[in-house]
Every structure is written in structure tokens, then in C-alpha cells.
């Protein structure tokens, strides 16, 4: 044992990063499928915590891996995570009523983001801590759900861990080939999320405060060049949309026309307008759109649709105008909502939370006990604070990702997975203010740490032994079809324990 001890201190003392990386990914992908095993929805496509856009990545998916394209459809969803699905279905086949082989590609493609994450919390939170703030986001119960469903989050959050790593990186030791890379990855995120694309202002705000003497025409060259290798990921995507909205011009030549430039959507304006008017709840509420006909479908001809296509950005500050206090209650209720998403505790059964809440419309599960959300954003608020100060001023990349997805919330919807997908930036964050107390004394900083990690290790026990057993049941109440008598999905749903 003695000898195992020694050779292991060695191994790691040669390879910790490499060691690092395999651990974490191997104890995150292991949760993940043990949480698949004892899930009653492991076959489907969707999860009973998470429905979201699964039914569009589907059906976008299969027509990428028959080789169909549809053509003149309006570029409203980004496109990269329905081809990585079409990817994973040209090559496991089509599915056969079994989701399961692609849950788990999903599941692994979720395992490697944590470990991606720990390489570079590494050098801002430390070895031990680091390794706590890993094994959190590994259980986070949020992130189970998320990681083994057709949710884009999975792959967005990798690109996000691969941004900031780079930034950072970047800032220690520019270069012509980490700003290229930058630029690439902020491509690849913003065609998997369109509101990375302005997370540019934020990075580049940071840099400049924290350029250390490095001259400004070097930054300027790099960071340059960073945006053009940006573009040119977006190029071909945006000269496809370009078409596509000529097209539309063309068979709708009575109507206002589309702007043809869309690097990634066209759903910005509209969106604007049915997250900001009178009946907004501060989710997603499609309302203004069913309101106008086509059975609540979009239809560029729908001559109402159109303009809010065109001019939702205009009708939704009108209304903001006309209603301050109003439109302040529902910017309230919109970080409420986003903020549900530090209510969701660890393990495969939301520790201390629980399995009891609400599914809101193409968001996350919601437990009924809330009462973990206030330390953690407590926590997350002390964090940010410090981040500011010079110690600490390496977070201050982290407290803008933050501080850039409360702008996008406030602006559009208030989602509870919109906190879940910027993981990478929140948990060193909310570790910040307990690195922080414990600095000045080297045992506390390594031995608190250490029993922290060992004690969210026992959840694997907990999902290891529910994963041998039968698979858990689950209730479920909401609106119904009339047709058919099953749940409407995308509306509100209450779950529950069998």
C-alpha cells in the first residue's frame, strides 16, 4: 500500500494535469450514467425534469442524417447542436425508439467540460479546490438532467470552459495562435448560442483592464485577429442565412423585406417582443405570437409575424416606455427565474432540494424548496465583489461572463437552465469567498477543501446503489391535450415522486 502511495505522489507529481483531466472526466461520466440507469426516461429523447427544444433537435437531426434540407425555412434556431445530433445519428444510425446511445454521447461530451473546466480552475482556485469545485458540477443535479437530454446547454457550455480558458491563458502569454483559437471557439459558441456572440464586449473590456504594460497595438493586433477568425466561423452560416432570406424577400415581395445579414438568427427582434409586453411572465411566453394566427406557428408571410420580425426591438421598448414600473416588476421576475437555477442541489436526487416542483415552458425543473437559491447567491454576490480587488482579479473574467447572462435575462427570458449553462464561470465564484478565508492558512485551504470533495464522493455511493435497483417513478400534472389526453410539454408541469 505504502508503495501504491509513493508511486501514485510520483505519477502525479510528473502528469497533474493530465491525472487531473482523466479523473474528472471519468468520475463525472460515471454519475452521469448511473444517474441514465436508474432514470424512467433514460429511451427517451427528452427528459421528465427538462423538455426544452428536444422535439426540433429531433426532427432537425433526422433530416441532417437523411441528407434532406428544407428549403426557405427561416434560420430561427442556431444551427451546430441539431448537426452534432445529425453527426451522432449518421454514425449510431437513426434512432429506433431508444434515445439511449445518444444521451450518453451527450453524457460524455458533458463529462468532458468538467474536466476541461477543472485544467484551468486549476491555476485560479488551486489543486484542492478545484477539485471540490469539479465534483460539484459534476453532481450538480441541474447538470445531470441537462447532460443526458437533447438540450444544447451541453454543448454550449463546453465552448463557454474553452472561451475563458483561452482568454485567460491569453492574457498570461498572448499569442497569434491562442488568439486565432479564441476566435474559433467564440465562433463555434455563438453558432451553438447566438447571445455568445455578445459576450465580445465583456472579454475584451476585461483585457484592456488587465493588460499588465502589454501595448496596446499588440492587443489590438491579437485580439484583431481574434475577431476575424470569429467571422470567418460565422461566414459560411451567415451567407446560408443570407439566401434563405433572400428567397423569403422574393416570394413575399408585397411585404416588408428581411434584413438578409443574420451571422447566426433572426429570432433577436421577435423574441425581444414576446419576452417584453404586457402579459410577460418572465419565461417564455409565446402569447404575442399565437395571438396573431397560424395556430401559433412563425409564418414569415403573416404580414402581424413579420413585423414583429422586423421591429420587436421597437415594440418591446414602447412598451417599456409606456410601462416603467411595469416593465421593472418583470425584469424582477425574470432574475427570479434565472436565479431558481441555484435552488437545484447535488445527486441524482437534488440534495437537499428534492424531486417535488414545476417544469416551466422549454425550461428546467424547479424544486418546491427554494431556500438553498439565497446563501448560494449570497455566496455568488461575495464573490463578484472580491473578483474586483486586486488579488482576485482573475475572477473578474468570470464576473463578467455572469454579469453579461444577467443583461441577456433581463432583455429577453428569465430561464432557470440560463444559470445552469454559465456553471463554468459560477462555481469559482461561489468557492471565491471560502479560498479567500482560508488563504492565510495553508492547512485549512487544503484540509477543507479535501473533506468537502470526500463528502459530495458519497453521492456516487447513493447513485450507484439506485442505479441497481428498479428505476424510480415519477407523477406528473399540467394542461392536457384534447385530442389526445396526453401533457402539453411546453406548458407549465408539476412532478412528483410515485
Known sequence: MRRFVVGARALWSRHPVALGVAVTFCASLLLRWLY?????????????????????????????????????????HPPLFPWLLGALYRVLGEPRGDAYPYKLCLATLSATTVALSWAWWRRLLGTAWSFLAAALFAASFGWLVLATTYSNEVLYALFLAATLACVLHARARPSWALALLTGVVMGLGSLTRAEHLYLWP???????????????????ARWGAALLAC???LAPWATHNAKVLRDINARTPTLEPLPELAPVTVYGPINFAMAN?????????????????????????????????????????????????????????????????LSLGLGVSNLPSGLSGTRAPVDLFVPETAWLKWPLLALLLAGAGLSLTRPWRDFGLLTAVVLHRALITVAFFGYTRGLLTIYPALLPLLLLPAVALTRARPTLALRVPALATALVLLLWVEAGALALAAPRGFMASGSTDRASGKLIQDDWVRIWPR
Open 202 to 220: 465583456f472579454l475584451l473590456a476585461w483585457v484592456a483592464l488587465q493588460r499588465e504594460g502589454t501595448p496596446w497595438a499588440t492587443l489590438a
Open 231 to 233: 467571422v470567418l466561423v
Open 277 to 341: 409586453h404586457a402579459g410577460a411572465t418572465g419565461g417564455f411566453t409565446p402569447d404575442p405570437v399565437n395571438q396573431l394566427g397560424q395556430d401559433g406557428f412563425l409564418d414569415v408571410a403573416n404580414a402581424s409575424q413579420r413585423h414583429l420580425l422586423l421591429h420587436g426591438y421597437a415594440v418591446g421598448l414602447a412598451w417599456m416606455r409606456e410601462h416603467p414600473a411595469d416593465a421593472a416588476r418583470l425584469w424582477g421576475a425574470k432574475l427570479q427565474r434565472w436565479l431558481d437555477g
Open 36 to 76: 441514465l440507469q436508474a432514470a424512467p426516461d433514460r429511451a427517451w429523447p427528452f427528459s421528465i425534469f427538462f423538455y426544452g427544444d428536444s422535439r426540433f433537435f429531433h426532427a432537425y437531426a433526422l433530416d441532417q442524417a437523411r441528407g434532406l434540407e428544407k428549403p426557405g425555412t427561416l434560420p430561427y
